[in-house]
């Protein structure tokens, strides 16, 4: 069983910086592929970025070039480095673990969720 607790969500105007933090707990943090998730009101959960047990990292296509993922597993923590924020960002962003080996960007594939944080990118 994994935990996954999120922090570092926030308001901020268009063209600000964030730093998601997500925290797990247990010893297997670093055989977990882990993913970010957002959610905007009246649309479907999306993939924004995931990080391989290894360091290889994917990314949406509209996040390119802004978000960065990256991986502390000495520290049990995946964070989501989030820079020149649009509107069109704001959304709840869930930390996700999977148990597989490759980046999935389907959200079913995700075996264990964090409750989420709110991003808000105002214009």
């Known amino acids: 069983q994994v935990q996954l607790v999120e922090s570092g969500g926030g308001l901020v105007q268009a063209g600000g910086s964030l730093r998601l933090s997500c925290a797990a707990s247990?010893?297997?943090?670093?055989?977990?592929?882990m993913g970010w998730f957002r959610q905007a009101p009246g649309k479907e959960r999306e993939f924004v970025a995931g990080?391989?047990?290894?360091?290889?990292?994917y990314y949406t296509d509209s996040v390119k070039g802004r978000f960065t993922i990256s991986r502390d597993n000495a520290k049990n923590t995946v964070y989501l480095q989030m820079n020149s924020l649009k509107p069109e960002d704001t959304a709840v962003y869930y930390c996700?673990?999977?148990?597989?080996?490759?980046?999935?960007?389907?959200?079913?594939?995700?075996?264990?969720w964090g409750q989420g944080t709110q991003v808000t990118v105002s214009s």
């Open positions: 996700a673990a999977d148990m597989g080996s490759i980046v999935s960007t389907s959200w079913t594939r995700y075996d264990y």
């Open positions: 247990g010893r297997t943090f670093s055989s977990y592929v």
């Open positions: 990080i391989a047990r290894y360091g290889i990292t």
